[in-house]
């Protein structure tokens, strides 16, 4: 198995709204992100797990919420979200970084987000 | 932090020409660089990457070198076909030790576009 799934593929919430969007893999790669997309840009980083612990907060707003309840899942908790969040969420995940080595990244399909 | 630049922003070439797209990043740290194909709506994908002890990696049309140097970094595509067609992501990354996590800074994508 060499997927990361994301669910949902589509969510639309209201800016009062709570949602999560979830990532799984079962690779057993011990680094799992988290990645905005907006239109015609790059991934932006936004979270870094490494062995279940968050590793990199790039400075992302508290309206999101990462966890990681085990080596296989990453969670992405959404609430009082604005029209500007709205993107492409991507999770990714790869191998444990080791001997100072970066590995390739395994990317999900998405979770397009509209914020109404 | 890192900084990726990549040109050009668009290329469009005819069937069967070659393609060439250059990054170039500021990090000396960075010791990591893949190359990211994304069609419309897909996730990203690698199709290439090279390590920085390394200056030059090859598979079947597609080509990356690397200088270490000058800091840069280029994705070459032979007998482009109309399937080639998409946004192309160069990135640089780097482990940060005291976290034992690596980070990606993408470049902003050139769109690629093979004519038949």
């Known amino acids: 198995d060499t997927e990361v799934t994301q669910t949902p593929k589509h969510l639309v919430m209201g800016m009062t709204n709570k949602k999560s969007l979830k990532c799984e893999q079962h690779?057993?790669?011990?680094?799992m992100y988290w990645y905005k997309q907006k239109a015609k840009k790059p991934p932006e980083l936004m979270f870094v797990?490494?062995?279940?612990?968050?590793?990199i907060n790039e400075s992302v707003p508290s309206r999101f919420s990462p966890e990681c309840p085990n080596s296989s899942l990453l969670n992405l908790h959404l609430h009082a979200l604005q029209p500007e969040d709205s993107a492409l969420y991507l999770c990714?995940?790869?191998?444990?970084?080791?001997?100072?080595?970066?590995?390739?990244?395994?990317f999900g399909q998405g979770t397009r987000l509209t914020v109404v | 932090g890192e900084n990726v630049e990549q040109h050009p922003s668009t290329l469009s070439v005819q069937e069967g020409d070659s393609a060439v797209i250059k990054c170039t990043y500021s990090d000396s740290a960075s010791n990591y660089f893949p190359w990211y194909k994304q069609e419309l709506g897909k996730r990203p994908q690698l199709i290439i990457d090279?390590?920085?002890?390394?200056g030059e990696k090859k598979d079947q049309r597609i080509a990356v070198t690397l200088n270490k140097t000058a800091k840069h970094f280029s994705l070459h595509i032979t007998e482009t076909q109309p399937e080639d067609s998409a946004v192309y992501f160069c990135a640089a990354s780097i482990i940060w030790v005291y976290t034992n996590a690596g980070k990606s800074t993408f470049g902003d994508g050139t769109t690629l576009t093979v004519k038949p």
């Open positions: 090279i390590r920085s002890n390394v």
């Open positions: 690779m057993g790669h011990r680094a």
């Open positions: 797990y490494s062995y279940e612990k968050l590793s």
């Open positions: 990714a995940s790869s191998q444990r970084f080791s001997g100072l080595v970066n590995t390739e990244a395994f």
